[in-house]
């Protein structure tokens, strides 16, 4: 049983920071890539960034410049580093992992919350 554990979510005020973290229990299989999804109130969950096991990021046009995605192999750990957060980017995050080889991986979400 593999599972994602997310970190790293809170309040924060316009213009701060969060980094949040998500960790795979266990590190045995092989990935294509992971990725940060959220969903908003009353909106459809997008994709904000991704990155692949060789290093290429993909990100989301409100969030190109400001939010910058990482991760460690080895463990299969994904980072996503939140500056200059606005309101907009209130929402639930998911980490996604796409393995090679099984289904997706989902972590349970973690609530971030900017306020004016």
């Known amino acids: 049983q593999v599972q994602l554990v997310e970190s790293g979510g809170g309040l924060v005020q316009a213009g701060g920071s969060l980094r949040l973290s998500c960790a795979a229990s266990r590190s045995d299989f092989s990935i294509n890539a992971m990725g940060w999804y959220r969903q908003a109130p009353g909106k459809q969950r997008e994709l904000v960034a991704s990155i692949t096991r060789g290093g290429n990021t993909n990100y989301a046009d409100s969030v190109k410049g400001r939010f910058t995605i990482s991760r460690d192999n080895a463990k299969i750990t994904a980072y996503l580093q939140k500056n200059s957060l606005k309101p907009e980017d209130t929402a639930v995050y998911y980490c996604?992992?796409?393995?090679?080889?099984?289904?997706?991986?989902w972590g349970q979400g973690t609530q971030v919350t900017v306020s004016s």
């Open positions: 996604n992992v796409d393995r090679r080889l099984g289904a997706d991986l």
